[in-house]
C-alpha cells in the first residue's frame, strides 16, 4: 500500500509543479512572438502522442470517441483533445478513467524505451528494497537515497557524452507535452478512488488469507519507487523548457 501511495504522490506532485510553471511562463510564452512559435513548434511530435495515448486507452476500455483533435494552434487554448463517454453505469468503463487520464505518462516512458534501442540514453539503476528492518523511516529513507543517487549518477552519464544530451534533450522535449493537463488530473481523481478500493481489498484478501502477501508487496513497492524515480526524473528534465521557451520573452524585453 505504501508504494501506491508513493506513486500516487509523485504523479500529483509532478502534474501540481508542471500546472504551476504554466501559470507562471504561460502569458510570457504567448506574449512573445517567437516564444509562441517555438512553444506550438515544440508540441508538434509531443501533442499527437499525448492525444493518441488517451485515444488508445479509451479503447481498451470501451469509451466511446467522437472526436480527436491531434494537433491545433490558438483556437481553444488546447493543443489537442479527445471528445469521448462512457456508460456510467459501467464499473470497468469508470475504472478506465484514472487509466486514460495518465496515459501521457505511460506514452513518455515508452518513447523513451524506444529511444533506448535507437538512441543514446542511459538506463536508471533498479531499485531493490535491502533494508533489515522494514518500517516506514527505513523504507521512505531507502527510497530518497536511491532517488537522490540516481539523479546524480543520471546527470553525471548525460554530462558524459553530446550523444545522451541531444537523445535526453530530443526525449525530455516530446516528454514535456506529455505531462497530463489539468482536465486529465481531475479525471484521474474519480478513477483513483476507486483503484485505490480495489488494491485496499486485493491487499486485505492476500493478507488474511496469507497469499505471498510479504512477497507481491515487496515487488509492488519496488516497482513503484523505480516507476516514480523515472516519473520524477522524466519531469524533473522536460520542464526545463519552460525556460528554454520563455528565454526570448526575457532576451526580447531586454
Not at 480527436?68 to 489537442?80: A, E, S
Request: net charge positive; with cysteine; glycine share 6%.
Amino acid at each position: 500500500m505504501i508504494g501506491l501511495w508513493v506513486l500516487l504522490a509523485v504523479i500529483s506532485a509532478v502534474i501540481g509543479v508542471h500546472h504551476l510553471f504554466t501559470r507562471l511562463f504561460v502569458s510570457k510564452i504567448f506574449g512573445n512572438p517567437l516564444s509562441k512559435s517555438l512553444f506550438y513548434l515544440s508540441a508538434v511530435i509531443g501533442t499527437p502522442i499525448h492525444e493518441a495515448s488517451h485515444a488508445i486507452m479509451a479503447l481498451i476500455f470501451g469509451h466511446k470517441i467522437h472526436k480527436i483533435c491531434w494537433f491545433q494552434v490558438g483556437k481553444d487554448g488546447r493543443l489537442g483533445y479527445v471528445e469521448h463517454n462512457w456508460n456510467r453505469r459501467s464499473f470497468y468503463q469508470s475504472l478506465g478513467g484514472i487509466f486514460i487520464a495518465l496515459a501521457p505518462l505511460g506514452s513518455a516512458f515508452a518513447v523513451i524505451v524506444a529511444l533506448y534501442h535507437y538512441m543514446a540514453i542511459p538506463r536508471l539503476p533498479q531499485f531493490v528494497l535491502d533494508v533489515d528492518v522494514a518500517n516506514v523511516y527505513t523504507v521512505s529513507r531507502a527510497a530518497l537515497s536511491y532517488f537522490w543517487e540516481t539523479c546524480q549518477w543520471f546527470l553525471q552519464q548525460v554530462l558524459s557524452s553530446q550523444r545522451y544530451i541531444l537523445s535526453v534533450l530530443f526525449a525530455s522535449l516530446i516528454c514535456f507535452h506529455c505531462i497530463p493537463s489539468r482536465t486529465d488530473f481531475q479525471n484521474a481523481l474519480k478513477g483513483a478512488v476507486m483503484v485505490s478500493v480495489l488494491i485496499s481489498l486485493l491487499w486485505a484478501v492476500s493478507l488474511y488469507c496469507n497469499l505471498f502477501h510479504q512477497q507481491w508487496m515487496l515487488a509492488a513497492f519496488n516497482w513503484s519507487v523505480n516507476v516514480s524515480s523515472f516519473i520524477l526524473i522524466t519531469a524533473l528534465l522536460s520542464m526545463g523548457w519552460w525556460f528554454v521557451l520563455a528565454l526570448p520573452s526575457v532576451l526580447w524585453r531586454a
